[in-house]
């Protein structure tokens, strides 16, 4: 991560379904919105999506099937040297002080990652990969010290460290921290950078998987991504290409991934939106399906629709399978989520291999919801199209 120096030098200045096979019954709300009861990554594949987001406007990955986790920052900027180790120059943090601070990342005001989550030590200045001699040895009687209290703090929670695994420094004891109930999992650093290859990032992931395999061949690996380029939060964003890539490789290759505070600031995050939607819902076993894909092009011309207005967005239905349609009729939907709206054409005709029907949707965001981004659903009597938008 990026937020060491970052957060202490804040911390000194203010310390892409399932089916929808229902015909529609009423007039009213058209989409649907993916809620806090979307399946999880897990629950379908085994690889766990997890996702670091606070504060105000995040993407909400949750609704994807992503879970919320925490981790926490550097707060007492730590160091280690061959005296031993310091808390911003003085004396280390009491366990009280330690165990409340883990507490308070845990909490809705921060990350709001559950009892049983996982919570990830961010300590970049102290991690053993980055020490030798005698201050690797202080750095690790601290680190047995810092992970024995955050257990403490949050006793249902498995414990893991972020750090830079394809370094194989000091293997020894960050292969101790890995035993003796400490570590229960492994979470390298896995960013994208933007000049970087294909080839060369998944180089330094296979080095980071195969050192991580071979300490703890039984505990999971969660690597830690980001949409943005070389992981920073206000930075570019990377094509949906290559996001997709990210998670085909960890797929494969680990147990799961860590989000780290990802955003949707505006149509330059469609792309990477869009193809998460896909990716979750082949994780969760949700997939856009049926024999009709609806094609939804609001008046931005990209996936962005302002909050707090009713905007017409043109909707396209095309049979992209092999054998004529039955006719059908648009779905309605009931509940929040914050976007409401109703067909203009509800009658869907039944439609030869390729071809097409046309309505439309006025659709309300309310001037409360609160997301970044939201996964929508557009449904027929014989299909569910994943639809995710960028909220502006």
């Known amino acids: 991560m990026h937020l060491g120096s970052t957060n202490r030098s804040a911390r000194r200045a203010v310390r892409k379904a399932a089916g929808g096979r229902a015909w529609a019954a009423a007039l009213s ?5 993916l809620t ?7 629950a379908s594949s085994g690889f766990t999506v997890f996702t670091n987001e606070r504060g105000a406007d995040t993407p909400g990955l949750q609704q994807y099937g992503a879970v919320k986790s925490t981790v926490v920052y550097d707060y007492f900027a730590l160091t280690c040297d061959a005296a031993g180790c310091q808390s911003d120059g003085g004396a280390l943090p009491s366990e009280a002080t330690f165990e409340s601070k883990v507490k308070e990342y845990m909490s809705a005001s921060q990350f709001g990652g559950g009892a049983d989550a996982p919570v990830v ?3 970049e200045n102290i991690v053993l990969t980055a020490e030798s001699g005698q201050a690797a040895t202080n750095a690790f009687n601290l680190w047995k010290q810092l992970i024995t209290w955050t257990h403490r703090a949050a006793p249902s929670a498995p414990v893991g460290m972020y750090g830079y695994d394809s370094s194989t420094a000091n293997n020894s004891l960050t292969q101790q921290l890995h035993q003796n109930g400490l570590l229960d999992f492994f979470a390298p650093r896995a960013y994208r950078g933007s ?42 964003y990377m094509s949906g290409t290559t996001w997709g890539y990210t998670i085909d490789q960890l797929k494969a290759k680990t147990d799961g991934a860590v989000v780290w505070e990802p955003s949707a600031r505006d149509a330059s995050a469609c792309n990477w939106v869009e193809q998460n939607a896909y990716e979750m819902g082949a994780l969760t076993g949700t997939p856009s399906s049926g024999p009709l894909t609806a ?6 011309g990209d996936c962005t629709v302002p909050r707090g207005a009713t905007t017409t967005v043109p909707v396209e239905i095309t049979n992209t399978s092999d054998s004529t349609t039955a006719a059908t009729r648009m779905q309605s939907f009931t509940g929040g989520s914050g976007f409401s709206g109703s067909w203009q054409y509800w009658n869907v005709p039944s439609l030869a291999p390729g071809a097409s029907f046309r309505t439309s949707l006025p659709l309300a965001v309310a001037s409360s919801q609160s997301t970044s981004t939201a996964l929508l659903h557009i449904r027929t009597g014989l299909s569910d199209t994943r639809w995710a938008v960028v909220v502006k």
């Open 121 to 123: 030590l961010d300590f």
């Open 195 to 236: 000049s970087q290859t294909d080839a060369a990032w998944t180089s330094t992931l296979d080095a980071a998987v195969a050192n991580d395999r071979s300490l703890a061949p039984g505990q999971p690996i969660y690597p830690y991504i980001s949409p943005s380029w070389d992981g920073s939060p206000g930075g570019a």
């Open 29 to 33: 709300l058209a989409v649907a919105a």
């Open 295 to 300: 094609t939804a092009t609001p008046p931005s």
């Open 36 to 42: 806090a009861l979307a399946p999880t990554a897990s």
